[in-house]
């Protein structure tokens, strides 16, 4: 992602108004500090690329990653607003990207059922590296404060997402950071002090097939969905409203 756009003044409402394991696991209070995890502004997706692996390394996740979906949130505007983020200058944590990376933890209803969380529950969880937001958090929550699909958006603004299966990430995706550099060649922020990522198959960059995002052809039975999630390199797209029936549609199947 580049350096996050200021808010549009008159906001972007519509109006222009204003693994299983045979212990029950507690994913919130077992969760590492953010300091565990790789993180540089402005690279999103590189940063949630090394939290999965780390996540499977650590003991967090599945050692395969086969809980893990990483999550593309952009739209064929590239203007996506989201609350909650620490780069933001606002109050409410507003934050106008032209995409964002997070990851999704889901757990199968089998184990969802041997979990346990402090209100004694266990849900989907959101690591989210710039949230201000607890990290994780559970899905629910994140939908709510982050994303507030209950808000009226004019239509350049509506998010879409893409929804990937780690293990397919971890393998295919790539990035040279050519979108991070100006015309004359210069950082628009920065970049990781480590060497850019190279997909398994050779790939020198690919980070566009993860970003564009169309609302044709878009599917809409959340079985499809789930098929395409693990089965698509690139995973599938889907619109805010389908975020949480898709992950409910992948516990199901698990």
Not at 113 to 122: A, H, P, Y
Not at 162 to 180: E, G, L, T, V
């Amino acid at each position: 992602m580049v350096v996050p756009s200021d808010p549009p003044q008159q906001g972007v409402s519509g109006t222009g108004s204003d693994i299983e394991d045979d212990e029950p696991v507690d994913y919130v209070s077992s969760a590492p500090d953010f300091s565990c995890f790789m993180h540089t502004p402005c690279y999103c997706e590189e940063n949630v690329y090394f939290l999965c692996k780390k996540m499977m390394q650590m003991g967090l996740s599945d050692p395969r990653g086969i809980d893990l979906f990483v999550v593309f949130i952009s739209n064929h505007n590239r203007q996506v607003p989201l609350w909650k983020q620490k780069a933001s200058k606002e109050d409410d944590g507003l934050v106008l990207w032209d995409y964002h990376v997070i990851c999704i933890q889901s757990k199968s209803n089998k184990n969802r059922q041997r979990c346990r969380v402090s209100e004694g529950t266990c849900d989907d969880f959101v690591w989210d590296l710039d949230s201000t937001l607890p990290f994780p958090s559970p899905l629910n929550q994140y939908v709510i404060e982050t994303i507030k699909p209950t808000l009226l958006l004019h239509t350049n603004f509506r998010r879409l997402f893409r929804i990937i299966h780690a293990p397919h990430f971890i393998k295919y995706f790539a990035s040279d950071r050519s979108h991070m550099r100006d015309s004359n060649g210069n950082w628009l922020s920065p970049p990781p002090p480590y060497e850019p990522i190279v997909s398994e198959d050779g790939i020198l960059n690919n980070l566009t097939d993860y970003i564009e995002m169309h609302t044709q052809n878009m599917k809409t039975d959340f079985e499809d969905l789930v098929f395409d999630v693990f089965s698509n390199n690139v995973g599938t797209v889907i619109s805010e409203t389908q975020l949480e029936g898709l992950f409910s549609s992948i516990q199901d199947r698990k």
